[in-house]
């Protein structure tokens, strides 16, 4: 049985015909008009809404390339920023319990007690271009007792440093 205008599959021929005409026959009213949409009209439609958009379109210079002024020197000294942190080491001369050695790199002055080390890395702060910000790095060698260490550490505390890291001897 067969609806109105539809035509009946052929076992015979090929089998992508036969399923074509099944799916045409699907979407045939039952007065026999095909149900279709006409593409041609949307495809017209984007054409020109691209075509308006290319012409509407202003292109402008990119934000990283603006010219900027930069002020001329005014003769003052530039202050150095510092390159490395603030290294301490701390080094174990002998045997007994005191007998240690404090030294900051790059810096001459090497205190002798803990507070002189809090006065010390306070004094490097307050040196152009440092500030609280630079970070303290303890290094201390193997033999070094750990109450050494840890007054080190109490030390730059007691300066204000914000950021404290151990190094490696």
Same mark, same amino acid.
């Given at each position: 049985?067969?609806?109105?205008?539809?035509?009946?599959?052929?076992?015979?021929?090929?089998?992508?015909?036969?399923?074509?005409?099944?799916?045409?026959?699907?979407?045939?009213?039952?007065?026999?008009?095909?149900?279709?949409?006409?593409?041609? !009209?949307?495809?017209?439609?984007?054409?020109?809404?691209?075509?308006?958009?290319?012409?509407?379109?202003?292109?402008?210079?990119?934000?990283?390339?603006?010219?900027? &002024?930069?002020?001329?020197?005014?003769?003052?000294?530039?202050?150095?920023? !510092?390159?490395?942190?603030?290294?301490?080491?701390?080094?174990?001369?002998?045997?007994?319990?005191?007998?240690?050695?404090?030294?900051?790199?790059?810096?001459?002055?090497?205190?002798?007690?803990?507070?002189?080390?809090?006065?010390?890395?306070?004094?490097?702060?307050?040196?152009?271009?440092?500030?609280?910000? !630079?970070?303290?790095?303890?290094?201390?060698?193997?033999?070094?007792?750990?109450?050494?260490?840890?007054?080190?550490?109490?030390?730059?505390?007691?300066?204000?440093? &914000?950021?404290?890291?151990?190094?490696? !001897?």
């Amino acid at each position: 049985m067969t609806a109105k205008g539809t035509t009946p599959l052929r076992s015979e021929g090929n089998g992508a015909e036969a399923r074509r005409r099944r799916m045409t026959s699907r979407h045939r009213r039952e007065n026999g008009v095909t149900i279709a949409i006409d593409f041609a !009209p949307m495809i017209d439609v984007t054409f020109l809404l691209l075509i308006f958009f290319l012409v509407t379109t202003t292109f402008e210079r990119a934000e990283g390339i603006l010219a900027a &002024q930069m002020p001329k020197d005014s003769g003052a000294p530039a202050v150095a920023l !510092p390159l490395s942190p603030i290294v301490v080491r701390v080094t174990q001369l002998s045997d007994v319990h005191d007998d240690f050695a404090i030294s900051i790199d790059r810096f001459p002055h090497e205190p002798e007690t803990f507070p002189e080390l809090t006065e010390t890395i306070r004094n490097i702060h307050e040196l152009p271009g440092f500030d609280r910000e !630079p970070p303290v790095i303890i290094v201390a060698g193997n033999d070094v007792r750990w109450d050494h260490v840890v007054g080190c550490w109490n030390a730059a505390l007691r300066a204000g440093c &914000q950021s404290i890291a151990f190094g490696e !001897p």
